[in-house]
């Protein structure tokens, strides 16, 4: 496979949306509470270089991110999964390739206010990418929405940084 283009974040985005249970971590977290995945990656990404967020500087990001969002993105991720269900596979895939390109423009916006890394030991990067995560999901208010639980974040942060005992078990 070869090395995906583009700047770091997207690059890490890339690699660890495909790591195994982290798309559909995301994509529930996007459709029953309303994370953006971008946003969500960002929070995490952010830890993995050294970056425990503060609530300014992440409500900064969502009022970077969310016209764009709202406005294209997230029309065309509602048109691409209607042409799935009633149009031609042919839009489909066009529709998908178009939303991947305004996913990636919300991620250039995202990587222009991130601080260079810092090197960070496994643990402490751990607990900010948790204390990125809940933050992001208090700013969203999810854990007023029915069926919002912690370990739902936790469960992401396991799935997207699994310990040395995790990785061996799944290549055994």
């Not at 583009?6 to 971590?25: A, I, Q």
């Amino acid at each position: 496979m070869s090395k995906p283009k583009g700047h770091r974040f997207w690059r890490w985005s890339l690699n660890t949306y495909e790591l195994p249970g982290v798309k559909n971590r995301l994509i529930y977290l996007q459709d029953d509470f309303g994370f953006d995945v971008n946003l969500a990656l960002w929070c995490v990404w952010r830890a993995s270089e050294g970056e425990t967020l503060s609530e300014d500087a992440l409500r900064a990001a969502i009022r970077a991110t969310t016209e764009w969002a709202d406005g294209v993105v997230e029309p065309l991720r509602e048109a691409r999964i209607n042409a799935h269900e009633i149009g031609p596979a042919e839009f489909y895939t066009l529709l998908k390739e178009i939303e991947l390109a305004g996913e990636r423009h919300e991620q250039d916006i995202l990587f222009k206010l991130s601080r260079p890394a810092t090197p960070v030991e496994r643990e402490p990067m751990l607990a900010a990418a948790r204390d990125n995560i809940a933050l992001y999901a208090s700013l969203m208010d999810a854990p007023r929405r029915d069926g919002f639980s912690s370990a739902l974040l936790r469960d992401l942060i396991d799935h997207i940084f699994p310990d040395e005992n995790q990785q061996a078990a799944g290549q055994a």
